[in-house]
């Protein structure tokens, strides 16, 4: 028993460093009236907690993470299982589409929304001449302009990078799928979108519900992207839950409390959002 | 498999933790002490390293002060560059863990309120003692005064002025020579400059979402005019005055105008706010004096030719300026206060100042330096002297300036973004200005 727990020390170790004692510095510090200069000046709760749920902004934050998380997973994980059956058959021609579609992911999430920057900067960017040459834009303005262009602005920026990291993880499940089902299931005379339906899709269930919890959490969390390309404007209108709890940690407000009890909201509503996405791997796995 | 019963003990344990973790970390923050009086009046050189850090935009004149100071003293100053964003988040993390640096030079809006949190150390009875303080430019030292308590110096000044494009002005039919000496002329040049429908070119450009570089371009206009952005204790706006409202009404022409503001303008968060002028594609803006000295070397390398003036107001002949850039000061954590003293007492002087930055064509901080040591330089950059020496800048002053001005979002940038590309209501705007700035 003794020599079992000396075993799992280590194991312990890491968990209460890396996992537990931010954890309870985070319930602290949303308990506290923390500046972010001034530090810690005592327990205050519930303050901060009332005072995120009364910002204006959150509501309109909240709003817009999820339109963004629903776009973005949607159109991920259909590129994603897409590009997969493309590429799946191995020849010299899918090797090097897989490369393709696999470049961008080598490329980090603040340089890829730089180089985007830079492409739609009116200035320096061939992006609004190209597309007020097709007569989609005024010459004058700029894709980052309103809220809604600047979202889908940077919903290209994630699905170029991004593509290609689930088309891979998709080829991974596609690949576990035993090659003897197909053949069985076209010796009984099924089509294309039949075998897609009754085997692919079923035998895909584990792998497309592991990219849904990836992607979901990935884009509630969004930040680097939108930091980089609109700073949440024009007017607020592309603020994430993640740029707002910035916000209130290091530019309006400094207030390190405040930021730390939105911090555990989400973290809070991330476990129950997940819990409901496992619970559907989990009925599969039954 | 976890029993529910270890689950309710690892609970209870955290929330043990939690309560008593306040406890323990509490303390923080307190004002910090005043600098001993023993100090030397002009500090000490003993070849100590001291550390600095300030802001990317001032970089190439922090790098000159730095590399005099170095080469004429024993003591070593190790400067750090911060990226403008990042400061706070760096000066903030730094605060909490004491590890800033011996001399912590920051925004000269931001300056009340680090000074209110007290990461500066008290240094009133050096900078009283100075035989030179009233010739020192006192915006810089005003933003850092707390209930008496001086904390900060200056240590590069910014100030805002009108420049335009002298190619540009020929092409449109305008007098070179003569910028805008009221908002009506910097719109009709403006429009003038648009009108040439050149690829790229327009008559303006404005960085609609960076708070701080509009409080720079815009607020003079007002204060030329004899009107307060602020009330004199920060904490209620006055931004619906006419002379706001004329100025705001002229950017609003501006951008109803083909050409008239640069494209992306509006969504401009202050990343290339500099960078449409100084590729020449801008006719006439409000622009930073620190930039005006790259153009102006650009221009003797054959790049187009800059006018420079004063940013006037409605009226004729009335100018005032922002006086902005970096204050300075000794942080709590110091361990080398006598030495960051030196280092500060010697920038004071008019001999340092006049090298460090009137022979670098870069604005002096001393009323004194500015007034003898440009008899040589560049009239334009006389013209950007004038400017302080005539006592028509202002350096605003509030401890919540960040959150009502320069953060992102801020009830001013949603102002500006209302009445120059919307339908604004300029009162309630001023209001939710004003809500912000009561509130601390």
């Avoid at chain 1, 979202?151 to 991974?172: C, Q």
């Avoid at chain 1, 990219?211 to 592309?238: E, H, M, R």
């Avoid at chain 2, 809006?109 to 009133?124: C, H, L, M, N, Q």
Wanted: glycine share 10%.
């Amino acid at each position: 028993m003794r020599r079992g727990m000396i075993y799992a020390l280590p194991d312990w170790l890491f968990i209460i460093v890396l996992f537990v004692v931010p954890i309870v510095l985070l319930i602290v510090m949303a308990g506290s009236r923390w500046t972010l200069m001034g530090g810690n000046r005592g327990w205050n709760f519930p303050t901060n907690f009332t005072k995120v749920l009364h910002n204006e902004l959150l509501g309109h934050a909240i709003g817009f993470t999820l339109e963004y998380t629903v776009i973005v997973t949607v159109i991920l994980l259909v590129l994603g299982l897409g590009l997969a059956l493309l590429v799946q058959e191995s020849s010299a021609w899918n090797n090097v589409l897989r490369t393709c579609f696999l470049l961008p992911s080598a490329t980090g999430l603040a340089s890829a929304s730089l180089l985007f920057y830079a492409l739609y900067s009116p200035q320096v960017g061939p992006v609004t001449k190209i597309l007020a040459h097709l007569g989609l834009m005024d010459a004058n303005g700029s894709v980052l302009a309103t809220g809604q262009s600047a979202l889908w602005a940077t919903i290209i920026v994630i699905v170029w990078r991004f593509s290609g990291y689930y088309m891979l993880l998709m080829m991974i499940g596609l690949q576990s799928i035993p090659g003897d089902l197909y053949e069985a299931a076209r010796m009984d005379g099924a089509g294309t979108w039949r075998i897609f339906r009754s085997i692919t899709l079923p035998l895909m269930r584990p792998t497309i519900i592991m990219c849904l919890v990836y992607c979901v959490t990935g884009s509630i969390l969004a930040f680097d992207q939108f930091f980089i390309l609109t700073k949440g404007g024009p007017n607020n209108a592309t603020m994430t839950v993640v740029e707002l709890i910035y916000n209130f940690a290091f530019d309006s407000k400094k207030d390190l409390g405040m930021a730390a009890a939105l911090s555990l909201i989400v973290l809070l509503a991330l476990v129950v959002i997940n819990s409901i996405q496992m619970r559907g791997l989990r009925d599969n796995t039954k | 498999m976890i029993s529910m019963k270890s689950i309710v003990r690892t609970t209870t344990a955290i929330a043990a933790a939690a309560m008593l973790l306040p406890l323990a970390a509490c303390g923080g923050g307190s004002q910090s002490g005043a600098v001993s009086d023993k100090i030397p009046a002009k500090g000490t050189d003993d070849g100590a390293q001291i550390t600095l850090w300030t802001r990317s935009p001032l970089e190439r004149q922090a790098k000159n002060v730095v590399g005099v100071y170095n080469k004429s003293h024993k003591n070593k100053v190790k400067l750090e560059i911060i990226p403008n964003d990042d400061m706070e988040g760096k000066v903030g993390g730094a605060s909490q863990t004491g590890s800033l640096p011996d001399i912590l030079a920051g925004d000269v809006v931001r300056i009340p309120y680090w000074a209110s949190e007290g990461i500066f150390k008290d240094i009133t009875k050096q900078i009283d003692a100075l035989s030179n303080k009233a010739d020192l430019q006192q915006g810089h030292i005003k933003a850092g005064t707390v209930d008496g308590k001086k904390y900060t110096l200056p240590f590069i000044t910014d100030v805002s002025i009108m420049v335009w494009n002298k190619d540009l002005y020929q092409q449109a039919g305008l007098d070179p020579e003569k910028g805008p000496a009221s908002i009506e002329e910097f719109t009709s040049q403006a429009k003038k400059i648009a009108g040439l429908n050149k690829d790229g070119v327009s008559g303006s450009y404005l960085a609609g979402q960076s708070g701080g570089a509009l409080a720079f371009d815009l607020f003079p206009s007002s204060w030329a005019d004899g009107h307060e952005v602020m009330n004199d204790d920060g904490s209620k706006a006055s931004l619906d005055n006419p002379s706001m409202k004329a100025t705001l009404d002229a950017y609003h022409q501006l951008a109803e105008t083909t050409n008239g503001l640069g494209a992306g303008s509006k969504e401009e968060t202050g990343a290339t706010w500099t960078a449409p002028f100084a590729n020449g594609k801008v006719g006439v803006m409000p622009y930073p004096n620190t930039s005006v000295t790259a153009v102006i070397e650009a221009e003797k390398k054959g790049g187009f030719k800059v006018g420079v003036a004063p940013i006037p107001g409605t009226e004729e002949g009335k100018t005032a300026t922002f006086l902005g850039g970096d204050a300075m000061g000794i942080s709590k954590d110091s361990k080398h206060v006598a030495q960051a003293w030196n280092f500060l007492s010697w920038l004071m002087q008019a001999d340092s100042q006049k090298q460090v930055f009137a022979d670098k064509g870069d604005t002096a901080s001393n009323i004194r330096t500015l007034k003898t040591a440009y008899t040589d330089a560049d009239p334009r950059v006389q013209t950007i002297n004038s400017v302080i020496i005539d006592g028509h800048g202002q350096t605003p002053k509030s401890p919540a300036f960040n959150e009502a001005f320069n953060a992102a979002g801020s009830p001013w940038q949603l102002l500006i973004q209302n009445a120059v590309w919307g339908k604004g209501n300029l009162q309630a705007d001023n209001q939710a200005v004003s809500k912000v700035l009561s509130k601390e």
